[in-house]
């Protein structure tokens, strides 16, 4: 445990200290002003605004989080042999080590900013539709699928070595299925259609019973993805 703990804090420590992750911090801090005062100034509902900034957050965000989840282990197999075995370590504190600083950076980056943003801008936007159920469903969907794109960005720094070749490997395969699933969901070709269902979870417009399956198929890879990064890397010849 003191290992895990230690491989833990070095990468938290890493992360904290990363220029990428303070400048998208900002960006985000940036943009949920910008989305407050449109909310406050703007006649369309907070609904609508709120889902706007989500979806450019998933867009822009999620390339922060491939370059920092798809260098996690990429980076340091050309040393990393003779690490593990000079300290000790082994591929399972190794991987979870990456993996739990990884989620913690993202994670704490989106709900430090975004959830009170989203409070804010359903208790003083001007044309405000949205509840704090809808508002607590709709970021827990963002989060799941941030969590997904942390497992697999590390699951592709376990195997591919060039840095380069797995963010553009990462970034082609999140980014079709992103945009594939916004195709199926969309309801119209208009700025309130592209949102899909987004803007009526945020309003608090469902049946928590018809979202448990979704959730469900979202937790499934978060779950087996540091399964596969554990073996993967465990099969490598370092």
């Known amino acids: ?39 406050r100034a703007y006649t369309d509902s907070t609904s609508f605004i709120l889902s706007w900034a989500l979806y450019l957050y998933m867009a822009f965000g999620s390339t922060m989080v491939i370059v ?3 260098s996690a282990a990429s980076t340091e197999l050309s040393y990393l042999g003779n690490a593990l075995m000079s300290r000790g370590v082994t591929p399972l504190h190794y991987i ?6 990884r989620l913690l950076t993202i994670q704490g980056m989106f709900f430090i900013v ?3 943003v989203s409070f804010i801008m359903m208790h003083y936007g001007g044309h405000n539709d949205m509840e704090w159920r809808g508002i607590l ?74 979202n448990w399956l979704i959730l469900g198929c979202l937790v499934v890879p978060i779950l087996i993805l540091p399964l596969l990064s554990l073996y993967l890397f465990s099969g490598r010849d370092l």
């Not at 979870?96 to 600083?101: E, G, N, P």
Request: one cysteine or more; proline letters at 2%; a negative charge.
């Open 1 to 39: 445990m003191n290992t895990f703990l230690t491989l833990l804090n070095d990468d938290l420590s890493a992360l904290i200290h990363s220029w990428v992750v303070w400048i998208w911090l900002l960006v985000t801090v940036i943009a949920g002003i910008s989305a407050i005062v449109i909310g």
């Open 68 to 70: 920092l989840c798809a």
């Open 96 to 101: 979870l080590a990456k993996i739990l600083a």
């Open 114 to 116: 975004v959830l009170p």
């Open 137 to 210: 469903l709709g970021l827990t969907y963002i989060s799941l699928l941030l969590g997904i794109l942390v497992m697999l960005g590390v699951t592709f720094s376990t195997f591919i070595t060039n840095l380069l070749v797995a963010v553009s490997l990462l970034s082609i395969l999140w980014f079709t299925g992103l945009g594939v699933y916004l195709v199926s969901e969309h309801r119209g070709f208009s700025p309130e259609g592209l949102l899909g269902v987004l803007p009526l979870i945020l309003q608090g417009s469902y049946q928590m019973g018809d």
